[in-house]
């Protein structure tokens, strides 16, 4: 194995979970779990990509015991007695292939799209719906404090049940990034205006988790700057606007961030090689986890052609991240990990949009 490869394949602890390698596999909603309940399907497909080598799964996003937290029958709930017994078998096998998982925490907030089934007003900072579908409610302050609730007893649920740590879903439009985000907050009181204010319900959804759970428990936060009804829209343009978000999180709790971009490979700032997470690693001095494209030459969900690695690899290496997730290439391919570890790439296929009709 090339030095450069093999740092893809090296242990790392974050907080107390050691992960076999630096690969995770990237959240991606199936919509297999019917009425909320992972079955045995859901658990093999995961340990299948454990078994192909992933050394962290984060989970698809996960419904909370919220009313609108969730817009789809199909998706996963982590509450309630069944869901977290289908759960069990998830966390099990799994474990038993020698990989690590944690469940990402989702709220969606106004994001309301035409595919979901559960037909509620969603709840939104400011009563904005982030899609073409249904209505939002701007949150109350009994409402926030009943979501930030939601999240911390999930968190709660999520270590009894054996997960070894949890990612908060703070990006891509959701209901976290509607209140970050000042195209969807337009509150006037300390949840909006500043970007501190709109940091606000960030931080005490982490610090709640935190207090749910204990202090080495390991909390991801998931953040981004793209939206899927914008994705030039921007959080920060600068590294010191960055900062601003980040900092109040890092100080509320969090462990680990993971920087969703669509491309891993592009600067995030004039003047600089950086990526998100290599800025965010820069600014907080925590682990970060870097996404989008990896093994792909192209952002689309229909189909990708395989890229070469080696400008990842570097990255790596010089430590401007230290995991590296992977999303449309493991639907494709449960052993992609694998073949990239014995030298193999000329078995990866790349991605089509076939991989995402059945759990194989
Ligand atoms: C089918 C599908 C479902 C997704 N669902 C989620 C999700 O539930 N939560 C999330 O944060 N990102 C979700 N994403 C985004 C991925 O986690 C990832 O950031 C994105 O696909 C880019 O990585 P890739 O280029 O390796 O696929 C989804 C992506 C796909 C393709």
Known sequence: MSASLEALFTPITLKTVTMPNRLAMAPMTRRMSPNGVPGADVAAYYRRRVEGGIGLIITEGVGLDHVSSSGHRDVPNLFGEAALAGWQGVIE??????????????????????????????????GVVLGDFGSAVAMSRDDIEAVVGAFASAAADARRSGFDGVEIHGAHGYLIDQFLWDG????????????????RLAAEVVAAVRRATDPDFLIVFRFSQ?????????????????????????????????????????PEFEG??????GWTRKLTGRPTITVGSVGLDDVSREAAKPRDLS???????????????????????????NKIRDGRQDEVTGYTQKALASLT
Do not use: C
């Open 93 to 126: 096998g799994v474990h038993a292939a020698g990989g690590r998982i944690i469940p990402q925490l989702w709220h969606i907030g106004g994001a309301r799209q035409p595919w979901m089934e559960i037909e509620v007003p969603g709840h939104s900072p400011s």
């Open 272 to 277: 600089s090689e950086l990526n998100l997470a």
């Open 311 to 337: 400008d990842l690899l570097e990255r790596l290496a010089a430590e401007e991240f230290d995991m590296v997730a992977v999303g449309r290439a493991l639907l494709a391919d449960p052993a992609w990990a």
């Open 184 to 199: 969807s907050n337009r509150r006037d009181d300390d949840y909006g205006g500043s970007m501190e204010n709109r940091g």
């Open 226 to 266: 793209w939206k899927p009804i914008d994705y030039e829209a921007r959080l920060a343009t600068t590294p010191e606007e960055l900062r601003r978000i980040v900092e109040p999180l890092a100080e509320a709790g969090v462990d680990v961030f993971h920087a969703s971009t669509r491309r891993y490979w592009l």
